[in-house]
């Protein structure tokens, strides 16, 4: 405590300001990654039963997986990135 208290003494008023700034500039991001992350959940609850179809040929092909689910793997990916873009994160925002 001792400790923040000598440090906002020493700042001056308009390093005082930019400290302040950036608190909340990173309080800001905090917040918009949790959004990010929650929009990224509910996105891949959406896409269950595209996931799930990957995930069986997954399981069948094995090694052979990348050449065997490519398309599968093409559909979650799109339709992943229909649900996080930029476009629905301001929507979800």
């Known amino acids: 405590m001792a400790k923040a208290n000598m ?3 020493r700042l001056s008023r308009s390093n005082q300001a930019e ?3 950036v608190a909340v500039d990173e309080r800001h991001c905090a917040d918009a990654q949790n959004l990010k992350q929650q929009q990224s959940d509910i996105a ?3 896409c269950h ?3 799930e179809q990957f995930s069986e040929c ?3 092909n094995d ?5 065997h689910c490519r398309d599968h793997n093409k559909a979650l990916n799109a339709r992943l ?4 873009n930029a476009e ?5 925002r």
Not at 63 to 67: A, E, G, N, S
Not at 81 to 84: E, P, V
Not at 88 to 92: E, L, T, V
């Open 7 to 9: 440090l906002s003494s």
């Open 19 to 21: 400290h302040n700034r």
């Open 44 to 46: 891949i609850s959406k």
């Open 49 to 51: 039963s595209v996931s």
């Open 58 to 60: 997954a399981k069948a």
């Open 63 to 67: 090694i052979m997986v990348v050449v």
């Open 81 to 84: 990135h229909q649900l996080t």
């Open 88 to 92: 629905h994160f301001d929507i979800y």
